[in-house]
């Protein structure tokens, strides 16, 4: 389950429902999911769809997304330093953010307008939306390893929009 850090006030928030009400306040979506079916780790990326289906298509209907795919990263994926620094910058997207995350853990940094950076660490079972235009960046922890469902309401995907 994820970890919501407030850095100016240095609190870690480890209940779901606090974590939940303290993103909603500053419009960020959080949710756990678990799999209808057990998946193990080898499982394919149609398998993980699959296994998901249906919170996929509720999503889907929710919020207008028409694709989803999973992005799987490792510590010697070709170029990973490259990917991740065009997401460790401060930047927004004309969509949502939508990740689900199946195994490894990363970052969230949320600087919503006007308000205080938070930080949502996120691992297996947790579900993070970060709607349009909000301000954030993420990184992946120490051992550089994520599988994620991601979401999109264009098929073509979304482009980070720097604030710099």
Aim: proline content about 5%.
């Amino acid at each position: 389950m994820a970890v919501l850090h407030i850095p100016s006030k240095s609190e870690h928030i480890t209940d779901y429902e606090v974590i939940k009400s303290r993103l909603a306040e500053i419009g960020i979506g959080y949710e756990v999911w678990k799999p209808k079916t057990h998946l193990d780790k080898t499982a394919s990326s149609d398998q993980v769809l699959e296994g998901f289906a249906d919170q996929i298509n509720q999503l889907k209907a929710e919020g207008g997304y028409v694709a989803a795919d999973v992005i799987d990263l490792f510590p010697d994926t070709p170029n990973l330093d490259v990917m991740l620094a065009k997401f460790s910058k401060e930047h927004w997207h004309d969509e949502d953010e939508v990740r689900f995350i199946i195994e490894g853990r990363g970052v969230f940094h949320i600087h919503p307008e006007g308000g205080e950076v938070v930080a949502l660490e996120v691992e297996e079972g947790d579900l993070a939306r970060v709607p349009a235009g909000t301000w954030h960046w993420f990184d992946l922890c120490e051992e550089k390893r994520i599988r994620a469902i991601r979401l999109f309401q264009d098929p073509a995907g979304w482009t980070p929009r720097y604030t710099e």
